[in-house]
Structure formats: structure tokens, C-alpha cells
């Protein structure tokens, strides 16, 4: 490791100007290529104290040995100096987006005396055009067929074209109509070539005026009684239209645009792209890459694009290139994309409409394509056997942890405190063993003291049965599982007050399992514990198991941050490597707790906005609630109700009658809300009796997207 002082350059050395520098290591080796609007500025920072740096940052600098540079004039230069300089060197230290396959193009070859229409990979070549990408080869079959029909354009192999020369005979196509033959001369080199040309036109979006003209023959032929023409070219027409419905339109105004999304987490992001040409999206396409930088979402934007238009020049760069953040500076990128294309582009951040829409689209694309990623590298089985075993090897325990337990804590301020319990067993999600808890030793926000209740109430009721069968088993009653959090995840949850089986083993099944064979919540101890946190956090549940006495089951916190892993009575973290698979299982672990936890704590929160007065009524449950109100129409009109007409309601009693009676009225009614903006007083909400509040309106951040959980007392 080398101390960045010793190659640290001399004061005034570094020129105050644009330039791109180059880290190199004891090899000579290039692993870092970087601009700056001034080197000085820049180059000084990476030569601060270690402990002020970025951790990857960190390592960079004590793995190179050297630094070098190079003056540019202007920072346009220093945009493309650098792109030639990473294609050219491949710095390990640099954002390298990788592409898990190689997306195939619609290409015509212009470059050949009788131009071929082909499906295309890899790299691009001089003189042919290219359409796409497209996600799937078969895509570029289907409207290629179609299009055959009105132009139809050579399609056959170098080998099949001089057979066919050779012999005088054309292939199939030629004899069906799907091609102008010209192996055979029934067109010259020229006649083919503008077939090539109106095949490329189409492609670019110009449809409108090529569809017009063939409708124009079309009428032509008709009053000239040439019917058999008429129909053919009415036949054209309705392929020609059948293959531009296979891209819907999406931009109303057809603009020329490509939108650019981008999904990260601490160590990796992913990228997706949307080609759309004449409003519609032609094409589309998406990369994946490791964060080995401290780099912001503008900064993997502008590798995005330099990775697509550093090759790229005149129509192949669009009009508008529409991201989710912009390079900083934008000036450079702007001008440098202006010249691959020629002509002015804007570079830009949907605001509104449906550009904004489509945005949003691309983004889902893009946050799916990371989870997917991060699932196809944990569902294979070799993959999560190599990531236990990196964890066992980094905690050094005795055997792969192969059951995981992860907690982490939710609330808003403070308010409606709450902790999740994730399960993962041979490195697979269990859902129907997470568990939700509400925090009731205290009020208020301490996610430290909130971390060593949930850690204590689970595992004292795996010792308590732990010792009254002499088996792990199932504990008292106190802690109760939830139901579902409202995404359609299963809680596993109980009838209220039964704990389902205590004192296993009793009636004759086995202590870990119900009598349908299905296990006891509970019932199994994880090898390994994680929480989401650091050293606090960590210590927090170290104590509780401590307290339980407790000695066999590991502890460990997944700090969000820097993903850096904290055990218990340590100063310095764990430091996983980036590309090992064990981080990206605890990753994984950490984020389902995560989302758990807040999915619950929302579902909470909404429910609390809207609590009314029946809610306070013993043993009154939601399909009675709603029966009263449908029969009455409001909380109002039933408090004014007497016994009697409350007994007129379906499924209600006059024991429970009185009860309701008697809980409304002690409920005095509270002052109506009023309006200050109108005067206006507002009314009860009928189904619940609150006042109808702006947390109730549709759309609201708090209730958007919450649905309601099966009900059940949570632990």
C-alpha cells in the first residue's frame, strides 16, 4: 500500500486549467482516468488526510503511485480526452458499465453495392445503418417480415446471393414477392438501392408522407380500374400499419429523444435507456455497474452518455436527451453532444407531461433491472453457497449462518414506533416467518433501546418454551405475529390471544411443529442475527442476547452508509470486498427488513389519520363497523340512535348495542372543524366519523398505496 505523499506532486506544479489526469500504479498501470475544470483544484483533493477521504477513494489513491497529466483548452477536450483515454486504458477505478448481452440492431448495409437488410451485434461498422437496440432478435424479424412486402429488400447472405447470380434462379423470396430480386436482375443496382433508402426512411420515423403516396397510387389505381394494383397496394398499406402499431405511440409532438434512467444502492447502479424516434420507442436497452467510485447520479449520467454517443455522430445522437439529474457542469456535455450530432440538442430533466410520465416509466425499468440483477446473482444455488460461506468466513463462525434473522426499526419523528423480522433461510426469502413488532417499552425515537426490546421479546419466548419442553418451541402468548403488510407479503398471523400450540410436544406432534406439520413461529433460532445499523445497534442486540444468556447465535450490523459490517466489541468494521457475494446477501437481507419495516409503519400511520370513535368500542370489528354505518349513514345519526334501532342491525346484539351506545356517548362529540380559509364547517367522514381531513384525500403521500392488513394483535 503506498503512502499518497510520496508521489504527491510539488506546490505550483499543477497548472490551474482544464485538463484529465491519470492515476497509475507500481506497474505503470492506468487505474484511474479523471477531468477537471482545474487539475490544481482537483488533484489537491485526493491528496487530503486518508481519513477524510472516501473509502474507495482511499483505496485508489494507496494503490497508485504515480499521477499525470495532460492540458486541455477548453473542457469540451477534457470530456473527450477522458472517453478516449478510459476505452483505451480500461481503468479498474473507473464507472465501467457492463451489459449482460449483446443487443441486436436492424441494419442495412449501405455500404455494399445491393444493400442487405440483417439483424446485427456487436460493434458498429462504417457505412451501415443501424435501427434499434432491440430487446429481442425475433422482434426485428417480425417487422422486417412485414415490411418485406412493400419494400422488399435484399435479405440473403453474400453466399446465397452469388449462388443465385451463378445459377439464374432467386431464392423463395424472390418468387413469394418478399424480394426485388436483384441477384437475377429484375431491378438495376440503382432501383434496388432507392428500395434501401425508402426502407431506411420508414425506419427513421418518416411514415406519414410514404403512407399518404401509397394511398394516393392506391386511389389512382382504383379509377383506372388497375384493381389487382389497387389491392396489392392497399395490401402494403395495411402491413405498413401493422408494424407501426408494434411501437405504440408515446410522444404526441413525435419527437427525436432518448431518456436515460438510472436506479443505484451503495455498490452498484443500473441504467436504462428508451430510444424513442418519431414518438415512438424504437428500441431500448440497459446496463449494470459496481460503484468502485464515490460518484453522484449527475456523474453516472455523464458516463451513461459518454458511453453512448462517444461513437456515435449526426442522426444517431437525438434531438433531446432527457436524464433524471444533470452532469455538473452541464455546459461541457451539452456542447460536446451538440457536436457528435451537428446540430444543437438539449439535454434536460422532464418536469411534466408525458415526458415526465415516460420518465417514470424508464425508472421502474431501471429499478427492476437492478433488483433483478442482484436476485438472478442470489437464486442460483452455487452463488448462495459461495455467499454463506464468504459470510461464515468474514465473521469467522463455525459453520454457514444457514438461517438469517434481520430487525430493523421504522417510525415517523418518533411517532408510531415499529421493527420488522426477516428471514432468510439457505439464502432464500421466507416470508411466511417475517415478523412485525410494535415498541412499547417506551415513547419516542431511540432506535438503540428499540433494537434491544424486539431483540429481547423474540428471544425470550424461544427460551421460555426452550426449557418447558427441553426442545426449541414456541413461547407464551406475548408475542403476537402481524398479518400482512399491505404489499401482499405474509405475516403469519394468529387469532387474537392464541399462541398456537403452547407447550409443543403435548399432543402429540413434534415440539417444533403445529398438527399440520407446519413449523412453530419462532420455533427456530437463526445462526445469525443482522441488524440495520452500526456500532450502536449492534451492541444493543449483542446486550439483549447477553441478558438472555444467549452465547450461540452471531450478531452482526450492516451499516447503510458505507456497507461496511459492524460485530459486537469491535472498533473497525468488516470491509466485505464490493464483488463479494456474501455482501450482497446481507444486502439483500438488510433492504427486505428495511422494507418491511416501513411498509408497516405507513400502514400504521394511516390507520391512526383515520381512527374514529367505533374504534374505541370493545369487540367491534370492521364488517360490524361498516354494517352500522351503512344502516345509519353516519357516526352522527348512530349516536343519536337509540338501543332499540341499534339492535335493527344485522349482527348486532343488545348486549353490544348498549355497549356502543355507551361508548359514543361517553365520546362527546368534539367541536366541528372549520375551514379558516372559507368559514366552511366540515363534516364527520361517514365512514369512520373523523373529520374529513386532507390525510383522507385521494392521492395523499400518507395513505397512497396502502391497503388493508389482515387484522391481528402485533407482538
Known amino acids: 500500500m503506498a503512502d499518497p505523499s510520496s508521489y504527491r506532486p510539488k506546490p505550483g506544479q499543477i497548472p490551474d486549467s482544464p485538463g484529465v489526469y491519470r492515476f497509475r500504479d507500481e506497474h505503470r498501470r492506468v487505474i484511474y482516468v479523471g477531468k477537471a475544470k482545474s487539475l490544481r483544484q482537483r488533484l489537491a483533493n485526493y491528496f487530503q488526510d486518508l481519513a477524510g477521504l472516501h473509502p474507495r477513494t482511499r483505496t485508489m489513491v494507496t494503490t497508485a503511485a504515480s499521477v499525470e497529466w495532460t492540458v486541455v483548452s477548453t473542457e469540451v477536450e477534457a470530456l473527450q480526452l477522458e472517453y478516449s483515454w478510459i476505452k483505451e486504458y480500461d481503468p479498474r477505478f473507473n464507472v465501467k458499465y457492463r451489459d449482460d448481452k449483446s443487443y441486436p440492431y436492424l441494419a442495412v448495409t449501405m455500404n455494399e453495392e445491393f444493400p442487405r437488410v440483417q439483424v446485427m451485434r456487436g460493434h458498429k461498422k462504417k457505412g451501415v445503418r443501424y435501427f434499434g437496440p432491440y430487446v429481442h432478435a425475433w422482434a426485428i424479424r417480425d417487422t422486417v417480415d412485414l415490411l418485406l412486402r412493400v419494400f422488399p429488400v435484399r435479405t440473403c447472405s453474400a453466399g446465397v446471393f452469388k449462388n443465385a447470380s451463378r445459377t439464374g434462379r432467386p431464392c423463395l423470396l424472390g418468387y413469394i414477392g418478399k424480394c426485388s430480386a436483384p441477384c437475377v436482375g429484375r431491378v438495376s443496382a440503382e432501383e434496388h438501392r432507392e428500395l434501401a433508402e425508402d426502407f431506411c426512411d420508414f425506419m427513421t420515423g418518416r411514415t406519414g408522407t410514404y403512407l399518404r403516396r401509397l394511398e394516393r397510387q392506391m386511389t389512382e389505381a382504383a379509377e383506372e380500374m388497375e384493381y389487382e394494383r389497387a389491392a396489392r397496394l392497399r395490401d402494403d398499406i395495411e402491413a405498413l400499419r401493422k408494424a407501426m402499431e408494434k411501437n405504440a405511440v408515446v410522444l404526441a409532438d413525435a419527437t427525436d429523444a432518448d431518456l436515460i434512467a438510472v436506479a443505484e444502492d451503495e455498490l452498484e447502479a443500473a441504467v436504462q435507456i428508451f430510444h424513442v424516434r418519431g414518438g415512438r420507442v424504437r428500441g ?95 437464486s442460483d444455488l452455487t452463488t448462495r453457497s459461495r455467499a454463506l460461506e464468504e459470510i461464515a468466513d468474514a465473521l469467522e463462525l463455525d459453520s454457514a449462518p444457514l438461517r438469517i434473522e434481520c430487525y430493523d426499526i421504522s417510525h415517523l419523528q418518533g411517532d408510531d414506533v415499529v421493527a420488522s423480522m426477516v428471514v432468510f433461510e439457505d439464502g432464500l426469502q421466507r416470508k411466511g416467518e417475517y415478523r412485525r413488532f410494535q415498541i412499547k417499552g417506551f415513547e419516542g425515537q431511540d432506535d438503540v433501546r428499540s433494537m434491544h426490546e424486539v431483540i429481547t421479546r423474540r428471544f425470550r419466548r424461544y427460551l421460555v418454551e426452550k426449557e418447558r419442553t427441553g426442545e426449541w418451541a414456541e413461547g407464551t402468548a406475548d408475542e403476537q405475529a402481524g398479518g ?88 473497525d468494521p468488516v470491509v466485505l470486498p464490493r464483488t463479494s457475494e456474501g455482501l450482497y446477501l446481507l444486502q439483500r437481507v438488510r433492504d427486505e427488513a428495511h422494507r418491511f419495516a416501513i411498509t408497516y409503519q405507513r400502514t400504521k400511520r394511516a390507520k391512526r389519520f383515520r381512527a374514529g370513535p367505533l374504534d374505541d368500542v370493545p369487540g367491534l370489528g370492521e364488517t360490524r363497523k361498516q354494517a352500522l354505518i351503512k344502516h345509519f349513514g353516519s357516526v352522527k345519526k348512530l349516536r343519536s340512535a337509540t338501543i332499540d334501532e341499534i339492535c335493527e342491525v344485522q349482527g348486532i346484539g343488545r348486549k353490544t348495542a348498549e355497549t356502543i351506545a355507551v361508548t359514543l356517548a361517553q365520546a362527546a362529540p368534539a367541536a366541528p372543524a372549520v375551514n379558516t380559509a372559507t368559514g366552511e364547517i366540515m363534516e364527520e367522514d361517514h365512514e369512520t366519523g373523523a373529520p374529513e381531513t386532507a390525510a383522507d384525500a385521494p392521492g395523499d403521500p400518507v395513505t397512497a398505496g396502502v391497503s388493508d392488513e389482515r387484522r391481528g394483535q402485533e407482538p
Open 284 to 378: 431500448q436497452r440497459g446496463w449494470v455497474t459496481d460503484k468502485v467510485e464515490e460518484v453522484t447520479t449527475g456523474a453516472l449520467v455523464e458516463h451513461a452518455l459518454q458511453q453512448l454517443y462517444g461513437e456515435e455522430s449526426g442522426d444517431a445522437v437525438p434531438k433531446e436527451v432527457l436524464v433524471p439529474a444533470l452532469p455538473e457542469p452541464v455546459e461541457p456535455v451539452q456542447e460536446w453532444l451538440t457536436g457528435r450530432r451537428g446540430s444543437q440538442v438539449s439535454l434536460r430533466i422532464p418536469q411534466r407531461g408525458d415526458k415526465r410520465a415516460l420518465m417514470e416509466t424508464v425508472e421502474r425499468n431501471a429499478q427492476q433491472a437492478l433488483v433483478l440483477h442482484k436476485t438472478k446473482r442470489a
Open 484 to 571: 400482512s403488510d399491505g404489499d401482499g407479503d405474509v405475516g403469519g398471523g394468529v387469532s387474537d390471544g392464541v399462541s398456537g400450540g403452547v407447550g409443543g410436544g403435548t399432543n402429540g406432534t413434534h415440539p417444533l411443529t403445529e398438527e399440520d406439520g407446519r413449523p412453530k413461529r419462532f420455533a427456530y433460532p437463526p445462526q445469525l442475527v443482522v441488524v440495520d445499523g452500526g456500532q450502536p445497534q449492534v451492541a444493543a442486540a449483542k446486550r439483549a442476547l447477553d441478558e438472555l444468556g444467549i452465547d450461540d447465535i452471531a450478531v452482526c450490523g450492516l451499516a447503510k452508509r458505507l456497507e461496511e459490517v459492524w460485530l459486537p466489541d469491535q472498533d
